[in-house]
């Protein structure tokens, strides 16, 4: 499978969930809220793999 360009990733970061959303590169690239995910280390982990896995490159911020 073909991997997408550059991913945008925000999360709003909170003690027990983060809320994740995810933009797609270029002025009209998608904008897609993933959701709110346990804040763990692990489940962090696990979703920045899937990321990983669809797009070549990831820039994140959170706050």
């Known amino acids: 499978m073909k991997k997408l360009g550059e991913a945008f990733i925000g999360i709003d970061a909170a003690k027990a969930r983060n809320a994740v959303a995810v933009a797609d590169e ?18 962090m982990r696990r979703l920045v793999q899937r990321l990983a896995a669809k797009y070549d490159r990831l820039h994140f911020c959170y706050g």
């Open 26 to 43: 270029g002025r009209d690239g998608e904008i897609r809220y993933l959701g709110e995910f346990d804040a763990s280390p692990e489940a």
